[in-house]
C-alpha cells in the first residue's frame, strides 16, 4: 500500500506554461502511484471523474485546480490520463515560464498549498527545451 504523499513539484515544460502555442487540457499527471497519491482518489467507474482543489498560495489567494482522469477510453473513447486544469490564470499571474518549478503541498489537515520557484533551468538557445521525469514527489 502506498502511503499518501504530502508534497509534490513539477519542472514546467513549455506545454505546460503555453509557450508553445498549442492548447492542452492542464498538466499531465503521471499514472505513479506516489504522484497520484497526493491527489484526491477518483471514482475509476465514471466517465471523466473530476474534483475541484482549493489551494492557497504564499500570498493567500485562493487557486481552484481541477484533478480529472479522462478515462473515456474505457467509455468508447481514446484518452487514458491523469490532468490538473484550471492552472492558467495561476501561471500567468506569476508569470511562469518552462524552466520554473511548480510545488504542490497538503497539510495534516488537508489544506493544499501552491507555491513555485522561478528559474529552474536555464534556457540556452531557442530550441526546444527537453525535461524528462520532471514530476517528484518532495519530503516535507
Known amino acids: 500500500m502506498i502511503t499518501r504523499t504530502n508534497a509534490i513539484e513539477k519542472m514546467l515544460s513549455r506545454n505546460d506554461t503555453g509557450e508553445t502555442g498549442g492548447h492542452q487540457a492542464g498538466i499531465l499527471i503521471p499514472k505513479k502511484p506516489e ?26 489567494e485562493q487557486w481552484s485546480f481541477s484533478f480529472i482522469y479522462y478515462n473515456n477510453k474505457f467509455f468508447g473513447g481514446t484518452r487514458n490520463e491523469y490532468r490538473l486544469t484550471g492552472m492558467t490564470r495561476y501561471m500567468n499571474a506569476y508569470n511562469l515560464k518552462s524552466g520554473d518549478t511548480l510545488t504542490l503541498s497538503r497539510d495534516v489537515n488537508g489544506f493544499y498549498s501552491v507555491k513555485y520557484q522561478k528559474d529552474g533551468v536555464k534556457k540556452i538557445g531557442s530550441g526546444p527545451l527537453k525535461l524528462s521525469n520532471s514530476w517528484k514527489v518532495v519530503k516535507i
Open 35 to 60: 504522484i497520484l497519491s497526493f491527489f484526491p482518489e477518483l471514482n475509476n467507474e465514471e466517465k471523466n471523474p473530476r474534483f475541484l482543489i482549493t489551494f492557497h498560495d504564499h500570498m493567500g
